[in-house]
């Protein structure tokens, strides 16, 4: 029953203290007040309370020892503290010491509420490790971090995910949103470096009707929509200079204007975000800013690579596969044991991401659905010269079958036509793999026309099976209609 709940305020204002403890008791609350840090210490340990509301500067003191006394707890209360205009970085200090959150002078009543309902419900929902279950891996770092995003889970902080591209940053944010308690709101993930320059603010904060030329009705940004949810900002490091200026306002404030609009909009969003570079570096290349990356680095998740978690592959193998074969509608395909030692012993410079690649390539490639070594092409490396590979590997890595005489005359049609219809290779024209693509969908869609557009007659003269060559038209953008 919310009328159970006993709320602390701490504030050496006694007009503050009045008005908030008003607020709170006809919000259905009951109070009591502290005028300095030694009263609060004092009904710390005579009472029980839910949650505590503290001014960063008292007289005896700041608010951050409280924020440390409480987070020693075995089941610490949240604690939201007040701010004062350019305080800031104490407040950001406060919530990297576990301060649920933080609210700013003079006092916005009807954002207060709304921050202490949020608040006093993290003491009813504490995250557990099913609520991360979309995260696979038994390894000790695996299961160092399910526990770190239950932990940062029960905060409202900005969290920095750092980790090598192809790790799994965004699924670590979805898995902070699903365990947190805005996971019935919105999480809206955005790539920083893929909106235009000239359509950034405009993306991110919306705009008004008329505020520039096409802009005929109002329109949400990224904020708004995810209002009351989580906000994602993968690739942060990507944001031009005059966008981070404009987010770090955004974050401090909590509001935003948009674009042609007069009036400021207070918005209520947690900010995760995630990059594979080094912030750090980029900021001694001056190319992010040094308060920005202070602002949403207050509490920073490692995400591991797979080379550090290597005992999670035979499981993250198996769910894969599964993803892959509820996706295409199909039976899972198996894997050999030397397969799945092959992937155990592999690096994978592109992690997870390269793991489901291999395993979608295999799984479509493979014969009677079972992955065996050779399927993966573990050791696919097309030398860069040409003339010296000759077509070697065009039996590897572009056709990749076991049939020897339909290898042969499919090679065969890559010379033809590339000593007839086809340029010679320009290294200094196109990619290795773009001029490869090119041969193999010559040489796929030559055999169509042959076959009349039988893709079973098709797939048995190239010696490859049916799953094959639709998971080879598919790639090409050959269509079949």
Known sequence: MTSL??????????????????????MGYTTNCAENISHAQDLLTQNTYDLCLTDLRLPDGSGIDIVKQIQQ??????VIVITAH??????????????????????????????????????????????????????????????????????????F???????????????????????????????CGAIPRELMESEFFGH????????????????????????FLDEVADLPMEMQVKLLRAIQEKSIRPVGSQKEMAINVRILSATHKNLLNEIKENRFRNDLYYRINVIEINVPSLRERQ?????????LLE?????????????????LNSLKSYSFPGNVRELENI???????????????????????????????????????????????AEQSAINIAQKNTSTNEQAYDAGEESLDSYLDKIEKNIILNHLEKQRWNRTSTAKTLGVTFRSLRYRMKKLGIDDE
Do not use: W
């Open 161 to 191: 995910i750092h980790g090598e591209s192809g790790s799994g940053k965004e699924l670590v944010a979805r898995a902070i949103h699903k365990a947190s308690l805005r996971n019935n709101d919105s999480f809206i993930a955005v790539n």
């Open 359 to 405: 395993l979608e390539r295999a799984s479509a490639l493979c014969s009677d659905n079972t992955i065996h070594t050779d399927d993966l092409q573990l050791n696919r490396n097309i030398s860069e010269n040409l003339s010296d590979s000759s077509y070697n590997d065009l039996q590897t890595s572009v056709l990749e079958s076991k049939n020897a005489q």
């Open 208 to 231: 008004a009707k008329g505020s520039f030329t096409g802009a005929h009705q109002d329109k949400q940004g990224l904020f708004q929509s995810a209002e009351g949810g989580t906000l």
């Open 86 to 159: 350019g305080s800031m970085d104490i407040a950001i200090e406060a919530m990297k010491y576990g301060a649920f959150d933080f609210i700013n002078k003079p006092v916005d009543l009807k954002n207060l509420r709304s921050l202490i309902n949020n608040a006093l419900r993290v003491t009813d929902n504490i995250p557990t490790q099913s609520s991360i279950s979309d995260l696979v891996g038994e390894s000790d770092s695996a299961l160092a971090l399910k526990d770190n995003i239950a932990k940062v889970s029960r905060s409202q902080a900005p969290v």
């Open 73 to 78: 707890y075995d089941t610490p209360i949240p």
């Open 323 to 339: 993803k892959i074969a509820n996706k295409n509608n199909e039976t899972r395909s198996q894997i050999t044991p030397n397969a």
């Open 5 to 26: 709940k006993n709320i602390l305020i701490i504030d050496d204002e006694p007009d503050i203290r009045g008005l908030l403890s008003m607020t709170f008791e006809r």
């Open 311 to 319: 005992t999670d592959i035979p499981l993250l193998t198996t769910t």
